[in-house]
């Protein structure tokens, strides 16, 4: 079976043309050739296909990019060359100064300039006399010279008792200046040849230097603006660009000479900084709000450009980062690497990350509550974590840890804490609320003691704080446990915390999603030290989670990325190095996964005696002195009493909260396991409250019997 092909072809060549104008598409018959391209088609194909190709449009860059290097070259040596031979240097810093109300610097551009044309006026006039000074130096230097060498002719003449020699000298200047000259003949053609290649090489190179070519022609990452070196023009030309009228219009008035803005460039970290002072009329937050325009100005993203208000006044600072430079890792924790390291709550740092200058970044943590908040998944956990990785590494601190996720991030502080609940139910958030209680109660016992008396610090740490703050359930008196009136629990046993806590050396450390009124009270929010921020939603936000002055003071966590900048928070503490006039800096926190932060409270727990951890504080019940004395010992050979009486404290408040030694030793007084002495403390032993309890329930069996 046969099939016909009906072939739909253009023939320009002889295809009627219609009323219009354009030829008509004419269908061949069945069976009949395709007739072929003419030449003169497939030619301009061939050559559009050539020039469009990008080999060529890459050839066609290089020539003219190179070209016009040595034409910029040429125009900037020429502008140097007139500016170092006229005044026009001075009159343009003198406008510069004038338009940025600096009229002290502007003056002194005036006397510069005018000493500078007296000095050319002196040069000028001394050229009236030159020739004349000139043929007199020629003649007495050339006479001088001759006698010279007609002298040290006669000496050698003389020594060598050879009349001859009184010429030898002379000859021998006569010989080499015809030396001079035949090397010069020598050189002067190739010379002659080469320079002007050489000349033009020259040029080339400061027009390469100066990038003086069109911004089409240049390389693809300059014309992506990827790497492109922060200078003092490339500063003033984003300024002026950023659509604030007066700036702009001070600037042009200053000409290329907006540069007297600027203070040094310096190099900070992974990129660089600048101080810019700002013309009268031109207020610090214009500039502020305008960071992703600035950013873009720069040949950057937002995220790399950072606006902060230094103590002078009228002035921005300026961190810019490398190109790329915060989107690479920064390197493990010290907690990681050096497995010796210790801790030292009262005088020690926190290793916490690195600053954007590339600098460690440590915290002190000594007395200052914690406030760490962002979104869900930006890192809050592991940034909360790792402080309490480190201070656990000091064997005196101690821990009451709820972690109302409840999926595992707080376990391996198990052994650590003297109480880990972890959950996220209404009943963890109850546990949560008597656990921060039994530390209030600890607080009060505390501020009773003789003045002088020194406590180990007593960290009371909540995780996914919010759900604690949002809880509806009520207890039998009907107080909420969640909310921020005065009636609530949890509310007002952290606020009892944040008034007192400091002084007895017990902490609230806290940590909190996406901050509102109602998931974080301004109470309890401004009661913190130390406060921190990730990644945020709005500016409001950041506002709650820092406070006005940060915020004010240039701190923008919500302009970090969400996903890309995890980890990386802005803080605001006096805990931590922060430049001097800036209210917050930005951290770039050390990522400590599972297994060493597992390795980690290993060594933590090797520093120290065995520590009972209670996951769920009973109420309600009748208790088992005998038994709970027993389990708050744990695994420690001897206890000292008052550890013992504060781990009883922990686990029920309400029945241990008021225990005094005098209630320790009514317990066990007769059962063996009395208090004793041991190297001058009272302590209670693990073995003699063992065999206590062995002895009672053996006793308690045969009685059933």
Request: aromatic share 4%; proline share 5%.
């Amino acid at each position: 079976m046969s099939t016909n092909v009906v072939r739909l072809t253009k023939d320009v060549t002889s295809a009627p043309v219609e009323p219009s104008g354009t030829p008509s598409v004419a269908v061949a018959a069945p069976g009949t050739e395709t007739p072929p391209v003419p030449l003169w088609v497939r030619s301009g194909r061939a050559v559009r296909g050539i020039v469009t190709h990008e080999h060529t449009r890459t050839a066609a860059r290089l020539t003219v990019r190179h070209s016009m290097y040595v034409f910029g070259g040429s125009r900037i040596v020429a502008r140097r060359t007139w500016e170092g031979r006229t005044a026009t240097r001075y009159e343009r810093m003198l406008r510069a100064a004038e338009a940025a109300g600096n009229y002290e610097v502007a003056a002194e551009w005036e006397e510069r300039g005018q000493r500078f044309r007296e000095a050319r006026h002196r040069r000028r006039m001394d050229l009236l006399t030159a020739p004349v000074d000139a043929a007199k130096s020629v003649l007495v230097g050339t006479s001088m010279g001759i006698g010279s060498l007609v002298a040290l002719g006669v000496v050698l003449a003389i020594a060598n008792k050879n009349p001859a020699d009184v010429v030898t000298p002379l000859m021998a200047v006569v010989e080499f200046v015809q030396l001079l000259v035949t090397i010069v003949t020598i050189v002067w053609g190739p010379a002659i040849t080469i320079g002007p290649f050489l000349a033009l090489l020259a040029l080339w190179a400061v027009g390469r230097h100066q990038q003086a070519a069109p911004n089409w022609a240049l390389p693809a990452a300059v014309r992506n603006g990827e790497g492109d070196p922060i200078t003092p023009s490339i500063v003033v030309k984003a300024l002026r660009d950023l659509g604030v009228p007066a700036l702009g219009r001070a600037i042009k008035e200053m000409g290329d000479a907006g540069a007297s803005m600027l203070g040094p460039i310096r190099i900070a970290g992974c990129g660089v900084e600048v101080d810019v002072t700002l013309p009268s009329g031109v207020s610090t937050n214009e500039v502020q709000n305008r960071r992703r325009k600035l950013a873009e100005n720069l040949s950057r993203h937002e995220h790399e450009v950072f606006i902060t208000i230094p103590q002078a006044a009228r002035t921005v600072r300026l961190w810019v980062a490398d190109s790329g430079a915060l989107d690479e890792p920064i390197g493990p924790s010290p907690l990681v690497t050096d497995e010796t390291m210790t801790a030292d709550y009262a005088k020690g740092r926190a290793p916490w990350g690195q600053d954007l200058r590339g600098d460690a970044a440590a915290i002190s943590l000594y007395q200052r509550h914690l406030l760490i908040t962002g979104l869900s998944n930006q890192g809050k956990t592991v940034a909360l974590r790792s402080l309490a990785l480190w201070v656990a590494l000091d064997r005196s601190v101690q821990f009451l840890m709820g972690d109302l996720k409840g999926v595992g991030d707080w376990a391996m502080f198990e052994g650590l804490a003297k109480v880990l609940i972890q959950g996220p139910t209404d009943d963890h958030v109850i546990q949560v609320t008597e656990m921060v209680e039994s530390a209030v109660d600890e607080m009060n016992r505390r501020l009773q003691a003789p003045p002088g008396t020194v406590f180990p610090a007593l960290i009371v740490l909540v995780d996914e704080a919010q759900v604690a703050f949002m809880c509806p359930v009520k207890d039998d008196e009907k107080r909420p446990y969640g909310g921020s009136k005065a009636n609530s629990r949890y509310f007002m046993a952290v606020r009892k915390i944040h008034n007192q806590g400091r002084a007895v050396n017990v902490l609230m450390w806290q940590g909190t999603q996406d901050p509102t009124d109602q998931n974080l009270p301004k109470l309890v929010r401004e009661g913190a030290h130390t406060r921190a921020s990730l990644a945020l939603g709005t500016e409001s936000q950041a506002r709650m989670a820092l406070g006005d002055k940060a915020v004010d003071g240039g701190a923008a966590p919500n302009l970090l990325r969400p996903g890309l900048d995890r980890g990386t928070l802005v803080v605001a503490s006096d805990g931590i190095a922060i430049p001097a006039g800036q209210a917050s800096i930005t951290v770039r926190t050390h990522y400590i996964d599972d297994d060493a932060a597992v390795a980690i409270t290993d060594r933590a727990k090797a520093l120290r005696d065995g520590v009972t951890t209670v996951t769920v504080i009973e109420r309600g019940e009748e208790r088992d002195p005998l038994a709970d004395i027993a389990s708050v010992v744990g695994t420690a050979d001897r206890v000292r009493t008052k550890d013992v009486l504060a781990r009883l404290a922990t686990l029920n408040a309400g029945a241990y909260g008021k225990w005094s030694f005098l209630d320790l030793k009514r317990v066990l007084d007769g059962t063996g396991a009395e208090p004793y002495k041991s190297d001058g403390v009272m302590v209670v032993g693990r073995d003699r409250v063992a065999r206590a309890l062995a002895n009672r329930d053996a006793d308690g069996s045969a009685s059933a019997a």
